[in-house]
């Protein structure tokens, strides 16, 4: 159901206004689409209706195939009804429903006749239609009348045809391609619109073709644009064959930069502005060929239109992380945007003044943004935040007035992320500046103490804990942690007990002291602040002023290098199977859980401040690496290629559980089962698993690593390598039996009895594919990065895919069979659509890049073909991409 889209006026904050929209329901506009069969049209009516049924599609409503035919039949009457205002709802209706083939038949005869209309707005729209529902049989057949309409008189028609040109490069580019001479006559239309795309589509249809590109932009910068858009345009097709290009060896300059130059003193704000832009972003650009550009931009600042001053602020931005000197002559200028009424035009001059001021101005920017900051919402004061962190790091002489800054605005009101920001850039100046480290660190104990955020409480407790006690002198922040275990909540509590046994630990003055504190603690209404005091009451000694044994030290205080999964998982046996022994933590695996490798491939992002504490990595190829260095048998195998997901071998809630990762190595493979025992009351010992290879004649198996002991609801692993030829995408199918003995579980001692029974357990059988040799990698820029390949390598065949069901099931099924990265999100097919082109990129065995272009289009019938472009830096790789798609 549609939502009420609120607005507030300014004077009137109670009135209400609601969206027209508000209840409608999509069986009840049905109903109402009825009125499109009557005898006598009501044009104004059957036009809300269709309003009502667009804005239903786009808030996500489906409709089924009948609905979706019934009211595609229905509009199809609408074209009888000579009103101009609902003939151009018809044609955005029958664009949205986009009609299947056979139904498209009915409208073609009625579109045809639009487009050969003398109304310049039917023929406009015709052609927009017809271009997005027809296939390419019929666009043969209007191939002509789309010609003449590109070289049309009527601006409105010859852009219609133009940018259905571009929608069409898409899915039918051998047609589009054959338009060049008329789209070359276009871009020298006196039209805007229509020179603007015209020259898109030209470029479009050259882009692959780089001297193609080169000829177009040296022809049309010699001064055939009128047109602003279309200048804008070309401009930025300048700066990407400057970009490949590079400079003149022998001369030193840069080819077309004297037109970016020209473009500079152009008539129209747009093409100045751009022509700047492009000019600062050249590759090692000079200071001399950023001067012009930097002048233009200052004249921006001081521009009556807040969009100008946007711009050129934000630019000059960018500018001084690379060339701070180069925009220095335009603070006078940016100093009187700190007061612009346009709040992101003022951070941004804010930001960009830190970055190129120099030390004597320090002080009187710190003055102008006091009183700026309290205007400003919380996400721009991050910003300006993060600028002053980096001032500081790049003036340290200057610690203490910005520091007292950022301590300033501590104190103020603000949310959490802001909160963060200010403890961040507190913490990494007290970690790079040695000076600041007593006065930041104060700044924090008084901030805590009129904290409303947990998390940051903890986080200054724990680094206060690690830097406090090597401070001058440390006892002066006992007050402020204490403060924190009466005055806070449990989890603060449990953190300040903690910090107080850190400081208690390593200064040995402080010990007695600290032990009065954390005995009070011990009376505390929290189980966890309990525990903690009387974990270090008894293992920090007596609490006389001796020095605490080192290896307390590292056992309350040093890294836990054992998985937290495994340690839950250990504490639980121990509590189900109580023994007489106390908890061993030696007696925890260190191997990583597999199971949870899987849930930690997302990327981490890089921490800052407080979370900046030297961690292993997370991610599961990392883990998989230092598992499988750890292991002598398969030290020397060399460098992890690629690990696969786990592949399950058994079915859910059987006796054991197994599943299968698959480490890839430049010769070698290894198999890591992991197994987890179900059964209470067995233990299993000396598990291996039997592999049959007779289906993969390349491989040879070469060493085994047999698991000693699999307790019940312990996951551990046991591994097989094989040895396979070099740099080979050797593939074949594996049948797998568990070995073990089995040996019965006394549920009352927990210990296994000593007789054991030898079985096996048939596990599924499972395959070694081809898309196991290739490393999923994205580009950010498909185009440049293909452009880059070398064209020698490119290997182009075309393949029948045979019957489906769709053509997003051919594109999914190829790019599972590759196992590469799909790139710019083209594996989402549109619906509807005849053909679809498919970029995907990634790395094969042997570290080799590999790019692939695939085309495919559908028929009648269902039967897919495919085109297949690979380039790789090796033509070998090109090669073997296109035998892994012949054999699947």
């Known amino acids: 159901m549609a939502q009420p889209l609120v607005k507030k006026d300014d004077d009137r904050d109670d009135e209400v206004d609601y969206s027209p929209f508000l209840g409608i329901e999509k069986g009840a506009v049905l109903q109402e689409a009825r009125v499109f069969n009557d005898p006598q049209l009501d044009a104004r009516r059957c036009s809300q209706v269709i309003t009502k049924l667009l804005y239903l599609l ?122 060049s001479n008329e789209v070359q006559e276009a871009v020298q239309s006196r039209a805007a619109l229509v020179q603007f795309h015209a020259l898109a589509l030209l470029h479009q249809i050259r882009q692959n073709d780089r001297l193609a590109v080169n000829k177009l932009v040296t022809s049309l910068t010699k001064g055939s644009i009128r047109s602003p858009l279309a200048q804008c345009l070309l401009i930025r097709y300048t700066s990407q064959v400057i970009r490949e290009s590079g400079v003149n060896a022998q001369t030193g300059d840069r080819p077309f930069y004297d037109y970016l130059e020209g473009c500079l003193r152009h008539k129209a704000e747009m093409v100045i502005y751009e022509a700047a832009k492009a000019i600062t972003e050249l590759t090692n650009v000079t200071t001399r060929e950023l001067t012009p550009a930097i002048t233009v931009l200052q004249l921006f600042l001081s521009s009556s239109k807040p969009v100008l001053r946007f711009a050129a602020v934000r630019t000059l931005n960018k500018v001084a992380m690379t060339h701070p000197m180069a925009v220095t002559n335009c603070n006078i200028d940016m100093e009187s945007l700190i007061s612009d009424q346009n709040r992101s035009i003022a951070t941004l001059a804010i930001t960009t003044l830190l970055k190129t001021g120099n030390e004597s101005s320090v002080d009187r920017l710190m003055k102008q943004i006091t009183n700026f900051m309290s205007d400003i919402a919380d996400e721009f004061k991050i910003v300006v935040v993060e600028a002053i962190r980096s001032l500081c790091l790049k003036f340290p002489l200057k610690y203490r007035s910005l520091m007292n800054f950022l301590s300033n605005i501590l104190r103020e009101e603000g949310g959490f992320e802001y909160k963060k920001a200010i403890v961040d850039s507190i913490v990494i100046l007290i970690r790079d500046i040695p000076d600041a480290k007593e006065s930041g660190l104060l700044h924090l104990c008084e901030f805590i103490e009129d904290c409303e955020f947990t998390y940051l409480s903890t986080q200054i407790l724990h680094f206060l804990g690690n830097e406090g006690p090597k401070t001058s002198d440390p006892s002066k922040y006992i007050r402020y942690i204490y403060n924190r275990v009466i005055l806070e909540n449990a989890t603060v509590r449990a953190s300040a007990v903690s910090t107080l046994a850190k400081f208690g630990a390593l200064v040995d003055s402080l010990k007695p002291r600290i032990f009065v504190l954390l005995r009070r603690c011990l009376f505390d209404n929290d189980d966890e602040v309990r525990d903690r005091a009387t974990l270090y009451l008894n293992t920090l000694g007596d609490g006389s002023v001796t020095e605490t044994d080192k290896a307390v030290k590292e056992f309350l205080f040093g890294s836990l290098d054992i998985p937290l999964t495994n340690l839950e998982t250990s504490l639980k046996n121990y509590l189900q199977y109580p023994a007489q022994e106390p908890f061993d933590l030696y007696s925890v695996p260190k191997e990583v859980k597999s199971q949870s490798l899987a849930e930690k491939k997302a990327p981490s992002k890089k921490p800052t401040g407080l979370s900046a504490q030297p961690a292993a990595p997370t991610s599961a190829p990392d883990a998989y690496e230092r598992l499988l260095s750890s292991i002598p048998e398969f030290a020397s195998f060399g460098k992890l290629f690629k690990s696969s997901a786990p592949v399950e071998l058994t079915e859910a809630e059987t006796e054991y559980a197994v599943n299968v990762v698959k480490h890839i190595f430049d010769s070698h493979v290894v198999f890591q089962y992991n197994c987890t025992n179900t059964i209470p009351e067995q233990c299993l010992e000396n598990v291996t698993v039997i592999v049959d290879a007779s289906e993969a004649e390349e491989f040879a198996e070469v060493g085994t690593k047999p698991l000693k002991s699999l307790p019940y609801d312990t996951p551990a692993q046991t591994f097989v390598a094989f040895e396979k030829p070099e740099g080979v995408s050797a593939v074949g199918k594996f049948s797998n039996v568990l070995r073990f003995t089995v040996k019965e579980v006394d549920p009352s001692t927990g210990e296994a009895e000593d007789d054991g029974v030898e079985d096996e357990y048939q596990l599924e059988d499972f395959e070694v594919v081809a898309a196991d040799y290739i490393l999923k990698l994205g580009v950010s820029n498909f185009k440049n990065a293909w452009e880059n390949m070398d064209p020698a390598s490119e290997r182009v065949d075309e393949y029948g895919l045979g019957p489906r069901e769709s053509l997003a099931e051919a594109v999914s099924a190829v790019i599972s069979l590759l196992g590469m990265h799909p790139c710019e999100g083209t594996e989402v097919v549109p619906s509807n659509s005849r053909s679809h082109t498919c970029l995907l990129s990634g790395v094969y065995i042997g570290n080799v890049k590999v790019l692939v272009r695939l085309s495919f289009g559908i028929d009648g019938s269902k039967e897919v073909a495919m085109k297949l472009a690979v380039r790789s830096e090796d033509e070998s790789v090109s090669e073997a991409i296109h035998e892994i798609v012949a054999s699947g």
């Open 58 to 179: 786009n808030q996500g409503e489906t409709l089924t195939k009948v609905e979706a035919t019934e009211v595609f039949f229905a509009v199809t009457k609408l074209f009888q009804s000579k009103d101009i205002g609902l003939r151009r709802m018809v044609y955005l209706m029958i664009k949205e429903l986009s009609p299947s083939a056979d139904e498209v038949i009915i409208v073609t005869s009625s579109l045809m006749k639009d487009m050969n209309s003398r109304t310049d707005m039917y023929r406009a729209n015709a052609i927009r239609v017809l271009c997005r529902i027809t296939d390419g049989t019929l666009l043969t057949q209007i191939e002509r009348y789309l010609k003449q309409a590109i070289v049309d008189k009527s601006p409105v028609v010859a852009s219609a045809a133009l940018v259905s040109g571009i929608h069409l490069l898409q899915t039918n580019p051998d047609i589009v391609k054959r338009w």
